[in-house]
């Protein structure tokens, strides 16, 4: 009996916590395209969001690239497709690695920042002066998050699939010495649009989970200090948990 | 008319409000006092429709503010000033911008008549040489004016008023106790207004309201609740350690 009434009680509570990332999705959606965009916030948001995580995205980008091209060509090598280590390591990182590893880095560099800001902006009732002044606080402070997002996350994507296929030239090509020929003459081979366009459609899906994530733990933080660090830390666990089951499933889908 | 409705709020089971029910006529500003984490503020955010009560209502000229949506909301709110405990100034913006921020996004007056309006209002802050900062490089009673110019700005109907002069010195409070005062005469605004300095005050409300334990104890004009020989209140108004209200 009691088991059943523990069931019942988290089945409730998951539900009304769906429900309610669901509706704040949903306002979000409705403000975007309902009322004129602030374009001087979602410029800010766009410098915040995405100009200045292209340093971490560089960096990141190319460390991955030079271990796909080291991992790649060692596996390659074991049955002498060596020649094929570019569009291995363009493919995985144009539909995958790229997408994926540039989300989880903004995520935990700026969801985090976005979550915080928020929660103290609903902690020192500055959210509630938006609201008491017939302002909508969506408009000013969510919306421009997810637009600068859905923007800058192909495009950083796109930063980092460049330096990891240099990263990956470098080492197959310099350090093993593979021709370039070879390494880029392949890629365009084996490379089609509908790969790039697989990339940039999980990385547009992967801007709009962090700014709904982030933007709705920060929305709905508990008070108090507590309140913000935990609604930041939960922001960027279930991010980085949904970029990767997200990302299996739209991957899934498109086989 | 504020016409505040038999209000009931509890958080996580513990009641705050046990059913207050209080009326503010039309231009009147009301003194609300009480003592520390009573639930003051929570009134107050329950009036402007910024928490939601588990029982009865707040009707502001006649209309259930918990029942507004969309449009008939803002319009409302239109109406409404509300000067925040903590002040609630937007962190990422100078005061300038902060006071100016409901001009700009809510009136199509061109910039300068903006700025003669934002700088109007500094001045009777005493804010005006701060006009460039920003909230974390200003003090607390500094934030709390910036914070009262920019509810003041838009010449509200309805005004409501979290301890504005709590954090100031007593020559600046008394300043901005007369500006309140005569923003009132001026724009004949009702008003709620939170409040520790209950003499002060007294010569400038035309009701005063006490809440203890979850309702409303005392609620008259200035000469009438001081006739009434509420213990509690008496208390309060003469700041005694001893009597009904035992801290420790
Ligand atoms: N969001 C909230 N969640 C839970 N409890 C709350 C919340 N807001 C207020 N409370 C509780 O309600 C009570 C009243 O708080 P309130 O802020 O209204 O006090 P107050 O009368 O304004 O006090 P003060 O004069 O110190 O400002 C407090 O016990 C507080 O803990
Ligand atoms: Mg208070």
Redesign the pocket.
């Given at each position: 009996m009691n088991l059943i009434r523990i069931i019942g009680r988290a089945g409730v509570r998951l539900t009304r916590n769906l429900g309610s990332y669901g509706l704040f999705l949903m306002n979000t959606l409705f403000w975007t395209f309902s009322s004129p965009l602030k374009t001087g916030r979602v410029i800010e948001q766009m410098s915040f969001i995405g100009v200045k995580s292209t340093l971490i995205v560089l960096l990141t980008g190319a460390f991955t690239g030079m271990v796909l091209g080291l991992q790649g060509f060692y596996a390659l090598s074991k049955f002498g497709g060596e020649a094929m280590l570019g569009p291995t390591v363009a493919l995985s990182l144009i539909r995958e690695i790229g997408p994926v590893i540039s989300a989880l880095m903004v995520t935990g560099r700026a969801g985090s920042a976005l979550a915080s800001e928020i929660g103290i902006m609903r902690i020192t009732e500055q959210i509630d002066a938006y609201e008491v002044m017939a302002l909508n606080p969506y408009r000013y402070l969510v919306v421009p998050n997810l637009v600068a997002a859905v923007l800058c996350f192909p495009l950083l994507a796109a930063l980092f699939d460049v330096l990891g296929i240099w990263g990956g030239y470098v080492v197959g090509v310099k350090l093993l010495g593979l021709s370039p020929g070879t390494y880029f003459g392949e890629m365009t081979v084996y490379l089609s649009s509908s790969d790039v366009f697989h990339g940039i459609y999980k990385s547009l899906s992967f801007g709009l989970i962090v700014a709904w994530i982030c933007c709705f733990k920060g929305f709905f933080t508990e008070?108090g200090a507590k309140g913000v660090s935990k609604a930041t830390t939960q922001a960027v666990v279930i991010c980085s948990v949904l970029i990767l089951v997200w990302d299996y499933f739209i991957t899934s889908v498109s086989f | 008319m504020i016409e505040i409705l038999g209000l009931h709020k509890s958080?996580?089971g513990n009641p705050?409000l046990k059913g207050v029910t209080l009326t503010v006529r039309e231009g009147e500003l009301l003194a609300l006092i009480?003592r520390?984490?009573?639930?003051?503020?929570?009134?107050l955010r329950h009036i402007a429709g910024l928490m939601r009560p588990d029982a009865g209502t707040v009707k502001i000229d006649g209309t259930d503010i918990f029942k507004l949506r969309g449009r008939d909301l803002v319009e409302m709110r239109k109406r409404f000033g509300f000067l925040f405990?903590g002040g609630a100034l937007f962190d990422s913006l100078t005061v300038y911008d902060n006071v100016a921020f409901p001009l700009r996004e809510r009136t199509s007056l061109p910039e300068a008549q903006i700025k003669d309006r934002v700088f109007n209002e500094l001045e009777h802050m005493g804010m005006k040489n701060d006009w460039n900062k920003y909230p974390a490089e200003l003090s607390g009673g500094m934030r709390k004016r910036a914070a009262l110019a920019r509810a003041l700005v838009m010449g509200p109907s309805i005004m409501f008023f979290d301890?504005p002069t709590t954090g100031l010195d007593p020559i600046i409070g008394q300043n901005i106790l007369d500006y309140i005062h005569r923003c009132h005469r001026e724009l004949e605004f009702t008003a709620v207004m939170?409040t520790h300095e209950v003499q002060k005050v007294f010569g400038i409300v035309q009701q005063v309201a006490m809440i203890h334990q979850g309702e409303i104890i005392v609620c008259g004009s200035p000469e009438a609740v001081r006739q009434q020989n509420d213990p509690v209140f008496d208390q309060f108004v003469r700041g005694d350690s001893k009597g009904p209200v035992q801290y420790i």
């Amino acid at each position: 009996m009691n088991l059943i009434r523990i069931i019942g009680r988290a089945g409730v509570r998951l539900t009304r916590n769906l429900g309610s990332y669901g509706l704040f999705l949903m306002n979000t959606l409705f403000w975007t395209f309902s009322s004129p965009l602030k374009t001087g916030r979602v410029i800010e948001q766009m410098s915040f969001i995405g100009v200045k995580s292209t340093l971490i995205v560089l960096l990141t980008g190319a460390f991955t690239g030079m271990v796909l091209g080291l991992q790649g060509f060692y596996a390659l090598s074991k049955f002498g497709g060596e020649a094929m280590l570019g569009p291995t390591v363009a493919l995985s990182l144009i539909r995958e690695i790229g997408p994926v590893i540039s989300a989880l880095m903004v995520t935990g560099r700026a969801g985090s920042a976005l979550a915080s800001e928020i929660g103290i902006m609903r902690i020192t009732e500055q959210i509630d002066a938006y609201e008491v002044m017939a302002l909508n606080p969506y408009r000013y402070l969510v919306v421009p998050n997810l637009v600068a997002a859905v923007l800058c996350f192909p495009l950083l994507a796109a930063l980092f699939d460049v330096l990891g296929i240099w990263g990956g030239y470098v080492v197959g090509v310099k350090l093993l010495g593979l021709s370039p020929g070879t390494y880029f003459g392949e890629m365009t081979v084996y490379l089609s649009s509908s790969d790039v366009f697989h990339g940039i459609y999980k990385s547009l899906s992967f801007g709009l989970i962090v700014a709904w994530i982030c933007c709705f733990k920060g929305f709905f933080t508990e008070y108090g200090a507590k309140g913000v660090s935990k609604a930041t830390t939960q922001a960027v666990v279930i991010c980085s948990v949904l970029i990767l089951v997200w990302d299996y499933f739209i991957t899934s889908v498109s086989f | 008319m504020i016409e505040i409705l038999g209000l009931h709020k509890s958080f996580n089971g513990n009641p705050v409000l046990k059913g207050v029910t209080l009326t503010v006529r039309e231009g009147e500003l009301l003194a609300l006092i009480g003592r520390s984490g009573i639930g003051k503020s929570v009134l107050l955010r329950h009036i402007a429709g910024l928490m939601r009560p588990d029982a009865g209502t707040v009707k502001i000229d006649g209309t259930d503010i918990f029942k507004l949506r969309g449009r008939d909301l803002v319009e409302m709110r239109k109406r409404f000033g509300f000067l925040f405990q903590g002040g609630a100034l937007f962190d990422s913006l100078t005061v300038y911008d902060n006071v100016a921020f409901p001009l700009r996004e809510r009136t199509s007056l061109p910039e300068a008549q903006i700025k003669d309006r934002v700088f109007n209002e500094l001045e009777h802050m005493g804010m005006k040489n701060d006009w460039n900062k920003y909230p974390a490089e200003l003090s607390g009673g500094m934030r709390k004016r910036a914070a009262l110019a920019r509810a003041l700005v838009m010449g509200p109907s309805i005004m409501f008023f979290d301890e504005p002069t709590t954090g100031l010195d007593p020559i600046i409070g008394q300043n901005i106790l007369d500006y309140i005062h005569r923003c009132h005469r001026e724009l004949e605004f009702t008003a709620v207004m939170v409040t520790h300095e209950v003499q002060k005050v007294f010569g400038i409300v035309q009701q005063v309201a006490m809440i203890h334990q979850g309702e409303i104890i005392v609620c008259g004009s200035p000469e009438a609740v001081r006739q009434q020989n509420d213990p509690v209140f008496d208390q309060f108004v003469r700041g005694d350690s001893k009597g009904p209200v035992q801290y420790i």
